[in-house]
């Protein structure tokens, strides 16, 4: 679902259990049988639910360390544009932290914010899609574009 949208290298092995845990666990995930789920959908999975699931795990802002792009899916919970994401970074402590959250399909561009961040497009329905850019404490909005190009909403 994700992985099509990211602009991106050969992505690292697979993140090793614990490092999986850790990741889900960050992001407000908790384990639920086979399946890590957030509280946002809880009662609301449907047919369209697709449970948490690291899309993409490698080394996004060139830093050493990996990076993790994670969602979860709904088209009940998470409206018409049907997931959430979360984009992970993993401190030298080990300590995983959440870089970015929101209700989107998500595509890191070859543009780039402090600290070697991708700028990200939430995408969605419509034509002209927020593009958010980390400014070395947090994601915030810098502009719209569709296909590239500058855009208004």
């Known amino acids: ?10 992505a690292t092995a697979a993140p090793i259990d614990t490092d999986r845990s850790a990741i889900f666990t960050a992001a ?32 996004v802002n060139g ?8 969602s979860e899916g709904s088209g009940i919970c998470y409206g018409n544009t049907g997931m959430r994401f979360w ?8 300590k995983w932290t959440v870089m970015a959250s929101e209700v ?6 070859k543009t780039k914010g402090a600290g ?17 850019r980390w400014n070395g404490k947090a994601y915030v909005g810098q502009r719209n574009e569709y296909e590239g190009k500058p855009c208004k909403p």
């Open 104 to 109: 989107a399909s998500p595509e890191l561009l």
């Open 116 to 132: 070697g961040w991708p700028d990200i497009l939430l995408g969605g329905p419509g034509f002209c899609f927020p593009v958010m």
């Open 1 to 10: 679902m994700l992985a099509a949208l990211l602009i991106a290298p050969a």
């Open 87 to 94: 984009l992970l970074s993993k401190a030298p402590s080990g």
């Open 28 to 59: 407000g995930f908790a384990r639920r049988g086979a399946d890590w789920r957030t509280k946002d959908c809880e009662g609301m999975e449907g047919d369209s639910y697709t449970p948490g699931t690291i899309d993409d795990y490698r080394d």
């Open 63 to 70: 830093d050493g360390r990996p990076d993790a792009m994670i």
